[in-house]
């Protein structure tokens, strides 16, 4: 049971948009900790897709977006390509037991 | 560019240790800011934070392991290692190494290793 919730699978037609939840607490998301998010491709080590909330390293492109409200934060993706293909986490802080980073359980983007 | 490479024994027998090491090239491990991280992934399953250090020593461990988890930094070789203790099946998986930067809290993992399959079988 992962810290953060998210929806094990989403999918989309080429070109449309999904969105991707994770949904925390008062001790992470809900705290104000940063939440950052990782593209896995498979057979592939994760790569950090967005920092900081809603920041994009370079070379992500600007079809990815994310925000965060509350104890949730989301991901979306735009103009949606069969290379989106992948499993998607989240990532952040929680203060409990000395606090540690902590993951969500991963969502699955299919195009469909 | 900094790069990051995993190795270590692809097999460990249960109830003993599991060693790996990161060697760190393109850069110093003794850089500011930096943690030097490790996050596992069993087999079809999700990734999980196994803990982190700081140049300095200093280190994070993921509660459910910290009583089995001890890492390490050689700066004259520029690489790090965790050592895991005890291990079960359930230590079976994909071990990553990764460069954390930023501060406290807001740390993120910019950089990974390809990953090194760690299988706990007698």
């Known amino acids: 049971q992962s810290v953060l919730t998210q929806p094990p699978s989403v999918s989309g037609a080429p070109g449309q948009r999904v969105t991707i939840s994770c949904t925390g607490s008062s001790f992470n998301i809900g705290a104000d900790y940063d939440v950052h998010w990782y593209q896995q491709l498979p057979g592939a080590a994760p790569r950090i897709l967005i920092y900081?909330?809603?920041n994009r390293p370079s070379g992500v492109p600007d079809r990815f977006s994310a925000s965060k409200s509350g104890t949730s934060a989301s991901l979306a993706i735009t103009g949606l390509q069969a290379g989106d293909e992948a499993e998607y986490y989240c990532?952040?802080?929680?203060?409990?037991?000395?606090?540690?980073?902590?993951f969500g359980g991963g969502t699955k983007v299919t195009v469909l | 560019q900094v790069q990051l490479q995993e190795s270590g024994p692809g097999l460990a027998k249960p109830s003993g240790t599991l060693s790996l090491t990161c060697a760190v090239s393109g850069g110093s491990i003794s850089s500011n800011s930096n943690w030097w991280g490790w996050v596992r992934q069993p087999p079809e399953k999700g990734l999980e934070w196994v803990g982190e250090i700081q140049h300095s020593g200093s280190t994070n461990y993921n509660p459910s392991l910290m009583s089995r988890v001890s890492m390490s930094v050689d700066k004259s070789k520029n690489q790090f290692s965790l050592r895991l203790t005890s291990v079960t099946a359930a230590d079976t998986a994909v071990y990553y190494c990764a460069r954390g930067v930023g501060w406290g809290s807001r740390t993120y993992y910019l950089l990974w290793g390809k990953g090194t399959p760690v299988t706990v079988s007698s």
């Open positions: 900081g909330n809603n």
């Open positions: 990532q952040s802080y929680d203060s409990r037991l000395s606090g540690s980073r902590v």
